[in-house]
């Protein structure tokens, strides 16, 4: 790495280092992108957080029982700033870790990250298999049925929405929002 603070290209190379599984590079791209819209919504540092979000699932393919541990681990490695590793391991607070989400990046990329998955399903089911036309009320809608997108932790979402004090309609939206911008690389543009 040539500095400390890594560039999005060097954190694109080092996912796909340790990452083959398609949905997995898209769940990264997807969450980037959500990142990305809240920070520059909030006015914050969109590298940064695009850079984190890219990055929080980097040992999931390869080391599913040790998330979270493994990447704080490959980052060190790395010589990734402190604040990037810790914000990192804070997505698996309650699940993996015991490093609860305490700035406002760590809380966002904790309530998103579930989020995404419950987005990218609920637009699939969709004539236009798209989040171009996707809005909060589909998604609140699919929510509600336990069975579809079960995989999806709604207790996690839910507490990422009171560490955050919004509504979940406003998450929902800005998720949402977020993913349009990436929705090409997410393979979400549809026919919308």
Known sequence: MSSDIPTREEAF???KEYNTTESLIKHAL?????????????GEDEEKWGIVGLIHDLDYERFPEEHCR????????NSWPKEYIR?????GWG???DVEPR????KV???VDELTGLVVTTALVRPSKSVMDLKAKSVKKKWKDKRFAAGVDRSIIEKGVEMLGVELTELITDTIMGMRDVA????LKGDA
């Open 95 to 97: 699940i993996c870790t």
């Open 87 to 91: 914000a990192v391991v804070s997505h």
């Open 109 to 111: 990329l904790y309530a």
């Open 103 to 106: 700035t406002e990046l760590e």
């Open 13 to 15: 190379s080092l996912l």
């Open 184 to 187: 090409d690389e997410i393979g």
């Open 30 to 42: 997807a969450v980037e992108g959500v990142m990305r819209y809240f920070a520059r919504k909030r």
């Open 70 to 77: 493994k990447t704080e681990q490959i980052l060190e490695k």
